[in-house]
């Protein structure tokens, strides 16, 4: 019992939390700081998982659109890729690009300035995948600028299945989307591919709707 009792009166804690907490260590003595200690060690607790949350928001996760190039008469399924990581506020364009590709940032740029939303002041990173094969054009602008507001947080996809659609079309500065030969290829991809729907600009709806059993989705402006 007394060896009991000398357990219940005395304390020596020492708790060892991540690096940027630190390390305690206290000697309490007397029953009554039972409930002190055990609200520190709750405390504690509390604070490694708001370290864990806080690692785990750095964690780099990267919004997917689909897309589809081209390579002579051919379509192909492409991924438009975008992070958002912390760095200087520049946006890079990875994957065999042109340089009408390259462009495309300052045209998002403008456009999402026109359009009333945010550009990120974080650094872009925007991949064109599959790396391997080179791309040519003006017709990833609408994908890129759908990845970089989804990443961001600006837009959430309201239709069920949005990760079914995919997306092809330029961007103007003013949020217009423009057209661009060879649609016809890429949507026949789509199809190939069992993708539902296809995004593409107004002016390249007639050719795109020559494709029976795909969805396509015309629009004349990004907002809508």
């Known amino acids: 019992m007394a060896n009991n009792q000398a357990f219940l009166t005395w304390y020596h804690v020492k708790i060892i939390t991540p690096p940027m907490i630190g390390v305690y260590s206290f ?8 409930v002190f200690y055990f609200s520190f060690l709750i405390a504690e ?10 690692v785990a928001r750095r964690i780099v996760m990267a919004s997917v659109i689909r897309s589809l190039g081209i390579t002579g008469i051919s379509g192909y399924p492409l991924s438009v890729e975008v992070a958002i990581i912390a760095g200087l506020q520049t946006t890079t364009i990875v994957g065999l690009g042109d340089s009408a590709i390259k462009e495309a940032k300052d045209r998002m740029e403008a456009c999402t300035e026109e359009l009333g939303y945010a550009y990120p002041t974080k650094k872009v990173v925007v991949n064109l995948s599959p790396s391997d094969i080179k791309k040519r054009g003006a017709y990833l602008d609408l994908p890129m600028l759908i990845g970089m507001l989804v990443e961001s947080g600006q837009v959430k996809p309201r239709k069920k299945g949005w990760d079914e659609i995919a997306f092809v079309g330029g961007i103007s500065t003013t949020g217009s989307l423009v057209g661009f030969d060879g649609v016809l290829p890429m949507a026949i991809q789509a199809r190939k591919m069992g993708w539902k729907s296809l995004v593409v600009p107004l002016d390249c709806a007639d050719e795109a709707c020559l494709v029976t059993g795909l969805s396509i989705i015309a629009c004349s402006t990004v907002s809508q």
């Open 27 to 34: 000697d309490f003595n007397g029953p009554f700081m039972q």
């Open 45 to 54: 607790a509390t604070s490694l998982l708001f370290f864990l949350w806080w």
